[in-house]
């Protein structure tokens, strides 16, 4: 299991039925870029659990932790007071390539083709809750190529994807919208966010204006995940 490609640490809490965040590949910025022509190493074995500022302080990972918060979750930046909520989330991508940014990318059709990976990680992992950043990455998930697969590990898919848009408005000017998707699987829900670096012009009052479905969703997996912890504490205890 310690060889998925993942980005958080395994706990006790992750290992089974944690909430899993999907990016589409990784990135490659243009730091990366000049550290790699001049020969420098930026391998980094340390891990950690997904907040923590320590290990993970870069862009799209403060994104996501600010999403949290504007959804009423604030989650530990620091090993002294983070929780089992902190180590219930596990980071990965679905490809496991580098760019700069994925245009001109037919993203759902790649990620169709590379699936193993991903796959094997949701296999070894069982998440009962993923947030994919990227609504390619749900087509993808939710195409017929790969239904058989996918529910093979989740059960059966119930019902079509669910989109939802909002009217947000500031000083009487509306917000640009973005697409949330929402799936549910028998033992998995789903849900497709926007990218949380790559998507131009998203504010944070549209994001925060999906508090109730995120939280809904959000308290859901966590009463059945945290139910299923204290079973397991108490089994090996």
């Known amino acids: 299991m310690e060889e998925l490609p993942i980005h958080t640490l395994i706990f006790e809490e992750n290992r089974e039925g944690g909430l899993l965040l999907c990016g589409i590949n990784h990135g490659y910025s243009k730091d990366d870029e000049r550290q790699d ?7 980094d074995s340390h891990k950690s ?3 923590d500022s320590e290990v993970n302080d870069y862009p799209f990972r403060n994104r996501i932790v600010s999403w949290f918060e504007l959804w009423g979750y604030e989650l530990a930046r620091s090993k002294r007071i983070a929780g089992q909520f902190e180590r219930s989330i596990i980071q990965t991508n679905w490809l496991q390539t580098c760019s700069n940014n994925v245009h001109g990318m037919n993203t759902q059709r790649a990620c169709i ?29 939710t195409s017929p190529a790969l239904s058989t697969k996918v529910e093979t590990i989740f059960g059966a898919r119930k019902g079509e994807i669910q989109w939802l848009q909002k009217d947000v408005y500031c ?45 809904e969703i959000i308290d859901g997996w966590w009463a059945r995940h945290e139910e299923a912890l204290t079973r397991r504490s108490r089994a090996t205890g």
């Open 37 to 43: 022509a001049a020969g420098i190493d930026r391998s």
């Open 49 to 51: 659990f997904f907040s």
């Open 171 to 215: 000083n009487g000017k509306r917000r640009r919208r973005f697409r949330f998707g929402f799936q549910q699987y028998e033992e998995l829900a789903v849900v497709a966010l926007p990218h949380a670096t790559g998507a131009k012009g998203i504010a944070s009052d549209y994001i925060a204006a999906f508090k109730p479905e995120m939280s």
């Open 113 to 141: 083709e590379d699936h193993e990976s991903f796959l094997e990680t949701c296999s070894a992992l069982k998440p009962g809750i993923i947030f994919f950043f990227g609504k390619e990455l749900l087509w993808a998930f």
